[in-house]
């Protein structure tokens, strides 16, 4: 359905009214497989049809905007951590390399 609102601009600001209720009828009796001549789809307003979709929508977890942005966040974090971490390893792999070009220290004192 997605595709669909996606297919007919629905986040066009410029898009009818009528172009909104056809969507959220077919909406409606696609999600709960009814046919498009039901009279229970006839009692429905727009306001209705929109706040039931609405809410269809944002049940699912994949589009809940809060989500959205903690998982960002968390990225973020683990992105900068993974960061970290290989400069680290790549500082410890410097000072290795440093430790096997120098010469070994030698005692020239004896008692």
Same mark, same amino acid.
């Given at each position: 359905?997605?595709?669909?609102? #996606?297919?007919?601009?629905? @986040?066009? &600001? @410029?898009?009818?009214?009528?172009?909104?209720?056809?969507?959220?009828? %077919?909406? !409606?009796? %696609? =999600?709960? *497989?009814?046919?498009?001549?039901? &009279? +229970?789809? *006839? /009692?429905?307003? +727009?306001?209705?049809?929109?706040?039931?979709?609405?809410?269809?929508?944002? +049940?699912? &977890?994949?589009?809940?905007?809060?989500?959205?942005?903690?998982?960002?966040?968390? =990225?973020?974090?683990? *992105?900068? !951590? %993974?960061?970290?971490?290989?400069?680290?390893?790549?500082?410890?792999? =410097?000072?290795? /390399? *440093?430790? #096997?070009?120098?010469? &070994?220290?030698?005692?020239? #004192?004896?008692?």
């Amino acid at each position: 359905m997605d595709r669909l609102a #996606k297919a007919h601009h629905l @986040t066009d &600001p @410029t898009i009818s009214e009528k172009a909104i209720t056809r969507f959220l009828r %077919v909406w !409606w009796c %696609v =999600q709960y *497989n009814r046919p498009f001549k039901d &009279p +229970l789809l *006839n /009692e429905y307003t +727009l306001d209705e049809l929109v706040y039931e979709y609405l809410i269809h929508y944002y +049940l699912d &977890p994949k589009n809940d905007p809060k989500k959205k942005a903690e998982e960002e966040a968390s =990225q973020d974090d683990d *992105n900068a !951590w %993974v960061k970290k971490m290989l400069e680290q390893q790549k500082a410890q792999a =410097q000072a290795k /390399e *440093n430790a #096997k070009k120098a010469p &070994p220290e030698i005692s020239t #004192k004896f008692d």
